[in-house]
């Protein structure tokens, strides 16, 4: 193509203004696109900081509903929860209780706020005494036994009202286990949207916080992947939406840039990128030693996630960002 040269062609023409740039922009934010991660824990009245997230907060269940709303006020239009147990197991049995802290929270949402859409995290780290997203067995976490318990988990989700479930365990063959068995209990019409790119990162430390999940021998890199692969996540796509993924998730977002952009390109379903913990954590300590302007780099790297794909943003900025791109 060609393009002319200086001083016939002069790109600054288009920055002049504020109005200009505006109006020529590529990439814009629909608070619509963004979607806040919430951990919900037992008891009432709770609202309690996570020391390394600044700003983000466990919420009992009956607060949980202030957040969820503050939100929808900001713009944002989905929620994913992530639940707390009173007490854990070896299996993780409370993911599938019936009286569960990610099924009451999901009662108390739709209650108090209907226009958001409920997403949950279909795992078991949060829930096992162990730490691990499965099924332990010789010291190894068990692929095809966790299934059947993840498919448990996700059935009881969608009974308490979850209008999405998102496995995020990375065991294999767990899509079309969850599909199948939300067939079977009818509810068909419930999307799945499957991390399906998530590598072992070390910017999950303040989440394993936020969601007391941290494994209490080894990590998870036996299952999670490792992130010097790029074409593997592009086989982890296409084992996905063979079983059934309605929508894949990248994570984490901001080291992944390229991942994210090559998924968008191999497929045709919504595809999600998952900022997490450890960004938000490091924008936010930045910020507070005045190292930077916080809402000027939220917005940045925002943009750049969807700029190389995603159709929707998992952020913990999500109501502030929100706000903003109103």
Request: one cysteine or more; a negative charge; charged letters at 25%.
């Amino acid at each position: 193509m060609t393009t002319g040269s200086f001083p016939t062609v002069r790109p600054r023409r288009l920055r002049g203004s504020a109005r200009l740039r505006e109006l020529v922009r590529e990439t814009r934010i629909d608070p619509a696109q963004l979607v806040l991660p919430l951990f919900v824990v037992p008891g009432r009245g709770k609202a309690v900081d996570v020391a390394s997230m600044p700003g983000v907060k466990q919420w009992s269940v009956d607060r949980v509903v202030e957040e969820a709303s503050r939100a929808f006020e900001a713009g944002v239009r989905a929620v994913i929860v992530f639940g707390i147990p009173e007490a854990k197991d070896a299996r993780g049995s409370h993911a599938w209780r019936d009286d569960g802290i990610v099924q009451q929270a999901l009662g108390a949402i739709a209650r108090d706020v209907p226009g958001l859409v409920r997403i949950t995290d279909v795992c078991l780290c949060e829930y096992t005494d162990h730490g691990h997203c499965g099924m332990v067995e010789d010291g190894d976490v068990a692929n095809d036994p966790t299934l059947e318990l993840l498919a448990r988990e996700a059935v009881s989700h969608a009974r308490a009202g979850a209008d999405v479930v998102a496995p995020s365990d990375m065991m294999d063959g767990r899509v079309g286990a969850i599909r199948r068995a939300l067939d079977d209990a009818g509810f068909a019409g419930v999307p799945i949207l499957s991390y399906a790119v998530k590598y072992a990162s070390g910017l999950y430390g303040p989440f394993r916080d936020a969601a007391e999940s941290t494994p209490q021998f080894g990590d998870r890199r036996s299952y999670q992947m490792d992130p010097a692969n790029g074409r593997e996540a592009l086989r982890e796509l296409a084992l996905d939406l063979a079983e059934g993924a309605d929508m894949v998730m990248v994570k984490p977002a901001g080291t992944n840039l390229d991942v994210i952009a090559a998924v968008r390109a191999a497929c045709s379903v919504p595809v999600a990128a998952y900022q997490v913990s450890g960004e938000y954590a490091m924008i936010k300590a930045a910020a507070a030693n005045g190292w930077i302007d916080e809402a000027r780099v939220v917005d940045e790297t925002l943009l750049a996630i969807r700029r190389a794909g995603a159709d929707l943003i998992l952020t913990y900025f999500a109501i502030d960002a929100a706000a903003r791109w109103r």
